[in-house]
């Protein structure tokens, strides 16, 4: 299902690699001095060996975003920085096969979890050893990782909503916005076998603006708020990664209030749908329930890349 007026040509650009819902024009009417961006176009990525020491080439001035199944998506910056958000790779049922292994990003500088649920936050403390990468999450969630020796304290830094950060240089700004969820961490005691509840700080999204202005919102798991509107309006996402599985996050016609009457991107991913049996939603009910908004819904499968 394609909608708006810009659909034809989003869609001719990516037809090679996915199936767009929902494609469309620019969802915000932007000032005379703004640029203006060109449409998202498909790039082919191949999991790395063990050995490999850098990321996958990306054009220059170009942002790289990667959906790996559930909320798991990397994203490589215009200036060849590597982030990835909430690495559940080696037991994630959608995540292709070549990429179910910490090693198979090939580089990672930053991780970033938006709560301390399983299918967010499993890989990320064998990938931040693996790459020596910090990990960014809710502040009692990484109270708790080095209290529980899971990782060290240089590795685990506290932050928490409302904060920006910019561990990767200026260049790059990453604020902790609010999350409708909760954030409990279920740890397994080596010494007893059994599984432990503990503190996970309260969840988060991840607002991104990299080097060169674009916007990405990272939305974790979430139902509907008041103040989407706000963020949309105050921050000005150019992308956002918005759940629409249902049940513990929004459904599509959910997604779509907040995407459409509230936030208004340029451009939407669904994510967070079809691992299990109560995740029900699928891209095809979001698409559906946008209407004919002009946001562009780029409806990808788990291992798609695109450039923007």
């Avoid at 469309?24 to 203006?36: D, F, K, L, M």
């Avoid at 170009?62 to 060849?80: E, M, Y």
């Avoid at 932050?159 to 260049?171: A, M, Q």
């Avoid at 990272?218 to 921050?235: A, K, N, S, V, W």
């Amino acid at each position: 299902m394609v909608n708006g007026k810009a659909g034809k040509a989003l869609c001719a650009a990516a037809a090679c690699m996915l199936a767009l819902g929902g494609c469309g024009s620019t969802a915000r009417t932007e000032s005379a001095q703004a640029p203006v961006r060109a449409a998202p176009t498909p790039v082919v990525q191949q999991p790395a060996t063990a050995t490999t020491a850098t990321a996958p080439g990306v054009a220059s001035g170009k942002t790289l975003v990667q959906w790996l199944g559930q909320a798991a998506t990397r994203i490589i910056t215009p200036g060849g920085k590597v982030i990835v958000i909430d690495p559940w790779l080696t037991t994630n049922p959608r995540t292709p096969e070549g990429f179910r292994h910490v090693h198979s990003l090939g580089k990672v500088d930053l991780i970033l979890v938006t709560h301390a649920h399983m299918d967010h936050f499993a890989d990320a403390p064998a990938m931040a050893r693996l790459y020596n990468a910090p990990v960014y999450g809710p502040a009692g969630l990484n109270q708790s990782m080095v209290h529980l020796g899971m990782l060290p304290s240089e590795l685990s830094p506290r932050f928490n909503k409302g904060g920006t950060i910019s561990p990767l240089g200026p260049g790059i700004r990453i604020t902790a916005t609010h999350a409708e969820h909760s954030s409990e961490l279920t740890w397994r005691n080596p010494a007893t076998g059994k599984d432990e509840t503990h503190v996970g700080g309260e969840p988060v999204g991840f607002l991104i603006e990299l080097e060169n202005g674009f916007k990405i919102w990272h939305m974790g798991d979430t139902g509907l708020f008041g103040d989407m509107r706000l963020i949309g309006e105050y921050y000005k996402p150019d992308l956002i990664l918005i759940p629409i599985g249902g049940h513990y996050v929004m459904d599509p016609k959910d997604a779509a209030v907040a995407t459409r009457d509230m936030i208004r991107p340029r451009y939407a991913i669904p994510i967070h749908y079809g691992t299990n049996p109560q995740l029900k939603g699928t891209p095809e009910e979001f698409a559906r329930a946008m209407g004919n908004s002009p946001i562009g819904i780029l409806n990808m499968k788990p291992g798609d890349a695109l450039q923007f």
